[in-house]
């Protein structure tokens, strides 16, 4: 069993930036494949990005190509994104995810077994 704790989320104008933190609980971490989703009210969860155990893999919604980058610490069970360029348009709320894999990054939300509470964030203009 693994718990989320995502935290960072906040008010920030247009431009801006932000950075997420999600912690994990358990001792296995870095067996995991973190990603972030977001949603909006109304709206699907929408795939942001994925990482894979080491890092050296990462995958992107186009929506986040060029502005956010996802990274991981294994030593501190925390997975980060980074948000810069933010819009308008990025307002929701952002949740992060594990999936019981540490092979194969991907973007279906239904792929993932566990996720946190989730975080908002609310761009103005």
């Known amino acids: 069993q693994v718990q989320l704790v995502e935290s960072g989320g906040g008010l920030v104008q247009a431009g801006g930036s932000l950075r997420l933190s999600c912690a994990a609980s358990g001792r296995t971490f870095s067996s995991y494949v973190m990603g972030w989703f977001r949603q909006v009210p109304g709206k699907e969860r929408e795939f942001v990005a994925a990482i894979n155990w080491s890092g050296g893999s990462t995958l992107y919604a186009d929506s986040a190509k060029g502005r956010f980058t996802i990274s991981r610490d294994n030593a501190k069970n925390t997975v980060y994104l980074q948000m810069s360029r933010l819009k308008p348009e990025d307002t929701a709320v952002y949740y992060c995810?594990?999936?019981?894999?540490?092979?194969?990054?991907?973007?279906?939300?239904?792929?993932?077994?566990?996720w946190g509470q989730g975080t908002q964030v609310t761009v103005s203009s």
């Open positions: 995810a594990a999936r019981r894999s540490s092979i194969q990054v991907v973007r279906t939300s239904t792929d993932y077994d566990y």
